[in-house]
Structures are given as C-alpha cells and as structure tokens.
C-alpha cells in the first residue's frame, strides 16, 4: 500500500497530540510552540525509543548500499524510487510506534520533514534532480545523530 505524504503529516500529528495528551495528563508542564529549528534538550541529546532508532538504523543503512552507486552517478530512477519508498516504510513505521515525549518528538518533526521531502526529491515527484533528494536524506541523517541519542550512531558513507 502506498503512503502518501497527507498520511505522514496526519500521523505525524497524532503521535504528538498524543504525546501531548500524555504529557497534559501527567500534569507534566505547558506545552511547547512547535519549534522552528533543531535545538538540544537542555544541551543534552533528546531521547529516542527503539522504533525510532530501528527506522533510522534501517533508513542510514539503505542510503549507505545507495551511496557508492550515487556517487558514481550510476542509481537509476528505479533504484531511487525504491530507496525514497524504503525511507517513507520506515518513517510511517516510526511514527505509528512514537512513543517520545511531546518535546522530543516535536524535535523528531523537523527531521522527518527533511526526510520525507528527500523521499520525495528522490522519488522524481518535485522535478528536482534525484540526487538533491539523497543530499537531503544524508543532511536529515546526521542531523539525527547530532541532536538524538542513539548510541554508536554513524551517517552513512559512500
């Protein structure tokens, strides 16, 4: 079954309210503006569950067999248009299993965006060349490891 981005930004917000709804439940505070720009927590790392770390690990290691191709300029159309569909399984899986309190997965947001909009580029959908898209990915991938905790966290290489 094929996602659609609406799906994304759909689901995206329902692991926040929830997260939200969790986190007003809890009497554990206000509740944040969305954020406009990747930040720390506290100048800490933010915390990360399994799922999430499992869709990223997988998404780091499909653009790492990509990479060398890539590079070489020799990834066909069809082989981005299966990698920009890997990444988009692999983010709805981390976002149906969210479990991030309502900060960090505010934080999270800005990373899939990066993603999904290098999903999109890679999937010939904007009319930008394919490997802009891959460039983005790679940008959302270190900036992964830069602002959550996943320990032994390592962008792909190509």
């Known amino acids: 079954m094929k996602l ?9 917000g329902l692991c926040l309210a929830g997260a939200a709804h969790a986190a007003h439940d809890h009497h554990h505070g206000h509740e944040a503006e969305a954020p406009q720009k990747l930040q720390l927590n506290a100048g800490k790392k933010w915390a990360t569950d399994a799922s999430l770390r499992q869709a990223m690990s997988a998404i780091n290691q499909a653009m790492g067999k990509a990479l060398p191709l890539i590079h070489r300029q020799q990834f066909s159309d069809a082989q981005y248009q299966a990698l920009a569909g890997s990444i988009e399984q692999q983010i709805a899986f ?10 960090a997965d505010a934080m999270l947001h800005l990373i899939i965006a990066d993603l999904q909009g290098g999903a999109e580029v890679m999937s010939g959908k904007t009319g930008v060349d394919r490997h802009d ?14 602002y959550f905790q996943h320990q032994g966290w390592r962008v792909a290489q190509g």
Request: hydrophobic share 50%; glycine share 6%; aromatic share 10%.
């Open 4 to 12: 659609t981005r609406s799906f994304y930004v759909v689901a995206l």
């Open 94 to 103: 981390a976002i149906e299993n969210c479990k991030l309190d309502a900060k």
């Open 133 to 146: 898209g891959a460039v983005r990915v790679l940008r959302a991938l270190k900036a992964y490891g830069q």
